[in-house]
């Protein structure tokens, strides 16, 4: 059964307040998304599995725990996941990075795929797929998709803030995955925007308007 978990950490809450004001700049607003996936991918990684080895410490032997079982990946939905993936390195440095390229069509707000590149061993890694926003839930439901027809079998999708009516889709077309989410968001507007929000992402992370 999959979960779906709600950030509830003051220092991710306090950030996500910084991230969303319309005064925060893009050299601010991308140092803070990569803080916040950093603390995120901390929660995010609390069940992963650990074994014992024993060691010798400068004093004597003894038996510390050690990570074990499935490899892992992360995999930014270009471009804005792209500001999600040094915070997450940071945490899990040995993990390897695949990208997915995915844009919203302005108009019906489905995703458009445009790129793909994957580690080779994606059907071994438990794989972390990451983006700021899930909005109506399009891009990263296809996301997971493309993930799962190239193998993968273990996914966990992270994003910074989500709309309810993404979280709905993701939980319907991909109920075996784990959704870990910053902040929980009140609807979509007209435009597909999420409300409060913090605009476009990928926009504001780039500096691109
Ligand atoms: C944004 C965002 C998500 C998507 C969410 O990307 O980073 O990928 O929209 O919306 P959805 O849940 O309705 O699919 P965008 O299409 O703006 O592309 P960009 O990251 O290249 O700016
Ligand atoms: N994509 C964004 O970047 N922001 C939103 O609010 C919705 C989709």
């Known amino acids: 059964m999959s979960k779906t978990v709600i950030m509830d950490h003051p220092l991710i809450r306090h950030k996500i307040g910084l991230v969303r004001r319309k005064e925060t700049g893009s050299k601010d607003f991308r140092a803070l998304i990569g803080e916040i996936?950093?603390?995120?991918?901390?929660?995010?990684?609390?069940?992963?599995?650990?074994?014992?080895?024993?060691?010798?410490?400068?004093?004597?032997?003894?038996?510390?725990?050690?990570?074990?079982g499935k490899k892992l990946a992360v995999v930014p939905i270009l471009r804005a996941g792209i500001g999600m993936v040094d915070g997450m390195l940071a945490m899990i440095p040995a993990a390897k990075v695949g990208h997915i390229g995915l844009y919203r069509d302005p108009k019906t707000l489905d995703p458009v795929e445009y790129y793909c590149k994957l580690p080779a061993d994606i059907a071994e890694r438990e794989v972390f797929v990451v983006d700021p926003m899930l909005a109506t839930g399009g891009s990263s439901s296809a996301a997971v998709q493309m993930l799962k027809e190239k193998g993968a079998k273990h996914i966990r999708f992270m994003c910074i803030i989500a709309a309810p009516e993404g979280v709905e889709r993701m939980q319907k077309e991909h109920p075996d995955v784990d959704l870990y989410i910053g902040a929980l968001d009140d609807h979509l507007n007209d435009h597909g925007y999420i409300v409060p929000g913090l605009g476009d992402a990928g926009d504001r992370i780039f500096g691109t308007k």
Do not use: F, G, N
């Open 37 to 68: 996936a950093m603390y995120m991918c901390y929660e995010a990684t609390r069940d992963l599995k650990l074994q014992d080895v024993e060691i010798e410490t400068p004093i004597c032997r003894t038996t510390v725990k050690e990570l074990s």
